[in-house]
C-alpha cells in the first residue's frame, strides 16, 4: 500500500510534463480516492481529459495566484504536488513582477490554503536555478524555498507539513533543450545552437524524478529540501549524441542562464545530510514546536552529515552521462 491509497491528491500546474507523468504512476501504482489537477490553462485540461479519463480525476480551472480558488479546490485533500511556475528564465528576466506573482506570492497561496484547508502534506518542485541564483527564476524559486520551509513553523504542531524537492534539468520536459534539438533536427538542421561549449547540467528523466517526490512523501518530517544524486551531462555531448557530430554554432549564453548548476551550496553543506541516493538540506531555522532528527527520515533510513566544503555542482559532479549513454537515453524518452 502506498501513501496514496484511497487518498485525494491536488497538483498545481498539473497538465505540464511532471503532471501528466505523476498521474500516469497514481493510476498504474496507487488506488487513490481523487485526483485534482489544478491549473489556469482551458485546452491543456481539456486535451488531458481525453487522455485520463478514469473517474477518480477532477479538473479544476484555477490560478495559484487566487487564494480562494486554491482554498475551493483543497477541500479534503490531504496530499498536494506544487509544480505550478512560471519556468523560462528569459521570459523571467523580461517580466520579472509576473515570475514573482507566480512563483512567490503564489507560493504564499498555496501554503495559506494547504494550512486553511487542513491538509497532511505538500511537496513543492523546485530547481537546481534556486541554489546561488543568478536569474530571476532561480531568486523566486529560492524564495518559493524558504516560505514552504518556514510554512512548518506557522502551520503548528498539528498541521500540514510542507517539504521541497529540487532537481535539475528534467529530459524531454516542455520547453527544455531535447525536444528543442529533436524540432531542429527534424527540420533539417546541420548544426545544433550551444550557448557555450564549457556547459553542464544535471540530467533527471520525467520518471525518476515522479519515483524522488514519490518516494519523500513517505520520507519527509516537514522543512527538508530533498536533492536526488544524478548524473550531469556536457552540453556538446548531448549535442553529439542527438545530431551524430561534434559541429555546432555557438550563440552565447542567454539571460541569466549559468554556465554550470548548483543543487547544494558550499554555503549550505553544514545543514546537508548525505543519504544512499540522495541529499537532505535541512532548515536553517529551528522549529519551535518540534526537534527533528534529518539524519534520519520516516522510512528508518540513515544518513551521515556532508564535509564542511561540500558542494552539489553540476561541472565537478563525479558522474558524467557518457555520449553513448546519452544517445541510448534519447531514444528511450522519444
Given at each position: 500500500?502506498?501513501?496514496?491509497?484511497?487518498?485525494?491528491?491536488?497538483?498545481?500546474?498539473?497538465?505540464?510534463?511532471?503532471?501528466?507523468?505523476?498521474?500516469?504512476?497514481?493510476?498504474?501504482?496507487?488506488?487513490?480516492?481523487?485526483?485534482?489537477?489544478?491549473?489556469?490553462?482551458?485546452?491543456?485540461?481539456?486535451?488531458?481529459?481525453?487522455?485520463?479519463?478514469?473517474?477518480?480525476?477532477?479538473?479544476?480551472?484555477?490560478?495559484?495566484?487566487?487564494?480562494?480558488?486554491?482554498?475551493?479546490?483543497?477541500?479534503?485533500?490531504?496530499?498536494?504536488?506544487?509544480?505550478?511556475?512560471?519556468?523560462?528564465?528569459?521570459?523571467?528576466?523580461?517580466?520579472?513582477?509576473?515570475?514573482?506573482?507566480?512563483?512567490?506570492?503564489?507560493?504564499?497561496?498555496?501554503?495559506?490554503?494547504?494550512?486553511?484547508?487542513?491538509?497532511?502534506?505538500i511537496i513543492a518542485l523546485s530547481t537546481d536555478k534556486a541554489a546561488?541564483?543568478?536569474?530571476?527564476?532561480?531568486?523566486?524559486?529560492?524564495?518559493?524555498?524558504?516560505?514552504?520551509?518556514?510554512?512548518?513553523?506557522?502551520?503548528?504542531?498539528?498541521?500540514?507539513?510542507?517539504?521541497?524537492?529540487?532537481?535539475?534539468?528534467?529530459?524531454?520536459?516542455?520547453?527544455?533543450?531535447?525536444?528543442?534539438?529533436?524540432?531542429?533536427?527534424?527540420?533539417?538542421?546541420?548544426?545544433?545552437?550551444?550557448?557555450?561549449?564549457?556547459?553542464?547540467?544535471?540530467?533527471?528523466?520525467?520518471?525518476?524524478?515522479?519515483?524522488?517526490?514519490?518516494?519523500?512523501?513517505?520520507?519527509?518530517?516537514?522543512?527538508?529540501?530533498f536533492v536526488p544524486k544524478i548524473p550531469s551531462i556536457r552540453i556538446?555531448?548531448?549535442?553529439?549524441?542527438?545530431?551524430?557530430?561534434?559541429?555546432?554554432?555557438?550563440?552565447?549564453?542567454?539571460?541569466?542562464?549559468?554556465?554550470?548548476?548548483?543543487?547544494?551550496?558550499?554555503?549550505?553543506?553544514?545543514?546537508?545530510?548525505?543519504?544512499?541516493?540522495?541529499?537532505?538540506?535541512?532548515?536553517?531555522?529551528?522549529?519551535?514546536?518540534?526537534?527533528?532528527?534529518?539524519?534520519?527520515?520516516?522510512?528508518?533510513?540513515?544518513?551521515?552529515?556532508?564535509?564542511?566544503?561540500?558542494?552539489?555542482?553540476?561541472?565537478?559532479?563525479?558522474?558524467?552521462?557518457?555520449?553513448?549513454?546519452?544517445?541510448?537515453?534519447?531514444?528511450?524518452?522519444?
Amino acid at each position: 500500500m502506498t501513501v496514496f491509497e484511497n487518498k485525494t491528491v491536488l497538483i498545481t500546474g498539473g497538465t505540464g510534463s511532471f503532471g501528466h507523468k505523476f498521474v500516469d504512476y497514481l493510476l498504474q501504482s496507487c488506488k487513490p480516492k481523487k485526483i485534482i489537477i489544478y491549473s489556469r490553462d482551458e485546452l491543456k485540461q481539456f486535451e488531458m481529459q481525453q487522455r485520463f479519463t478514469d473517474p477518480c480525476m477532477r479538473y479544476f480551472i484555477g490560478d495559484v495566484r487566487d487564494k480562494d480558488r486554491l482554498k475551493t479546490a483543497m477541500k479534503d485533500v490531504e496530499f498536494v504536488v506544487h509544480a505550478a511556475a512560471l519556468k523560462q528564465v528569459p521570459a523571467a528576466e523580461y517580466n520579472p513582477n509576473e515570475c514573482i506573482k507566480t512563483n512567490i506570492n503564489g507560493a504564499q497561496n498555496v501554503i495559506d490554503a494547504a494550512i486553511a484547508s487542513d491538509v497532511s502534506r505538500i511537496i513543492a518542485l523546485s530547481t537546481d536555478k534556486a541554489a546561488n541564483p543568478v536569474n530571476l527564476y532561480g531568486a523566486t524559486k529560492l524564495a518559493s524555498d524558504k516560505l514552504f520551509v518556514a510554512a512548518n513553523n506557522i502551520s503548528g504542531a498539528t498541521g500540514p507539513r510542507f517539504s521541497v524537492v529540487r532537481y535539475g534539468n528534467v529530459v524531454g520536459s516542455r520547453g527544455s533543450v531535447v525536444p528543442f534539438y529533436r524540432k531542429l533536427l527534424c527540420e533539417g538542421a546541420e548544426r545544433l545552437p550551444v550557448t557555450h561549449p564549457d556547459m553542464t547540467r544535471f540530467w533527471i528523466t520525467l520518471d525518476e524524478g515522479v519515483e524522488f517526490v514519490v518516494k519523500n512523501f513517505s520520507r519527509m518530517q516537514g522543512g527538508e529540501i530533498f536533492v536526488p544524486k544524478i548524473p550531469s551531462i556536457r552540453i556538446v555531448d548531448l549535442v553529439e549524441a542527438m545530431s551524430g557530430s561534434k559541429e555546432f554554432d555557438t550563440i552565447g549564453i542567454r539571460p541569466g542562464e549559468k554556465l554550470h548548476e548548483v543543487m547544494v551550496p558550499e554555503e549550505m553543506a553544514h545543514h546537508t545530510v548525505e543519504f544512499d541516493d540522495h541529499y537532505v538540506i535541512a532548515p536553517a531555522i529551528t522549529f519551535f514546536d518540534k526537534d527533528l532528527d534529518y539524519t534520519r527520515n520516516r522510512l528508518g533510513e540513515r544518513g551521515k552529515p556532508a564535509s564542511d566544503k561540500f558542494e552539489y555542482h553540476s561541472g565537478t559532479n563525479p558522474h558524467f552521462l557518457t555520449v553513448d549513454q546519452l544517445r541510448e537515453l534519447d531514444k528511450v524518452t522519444k
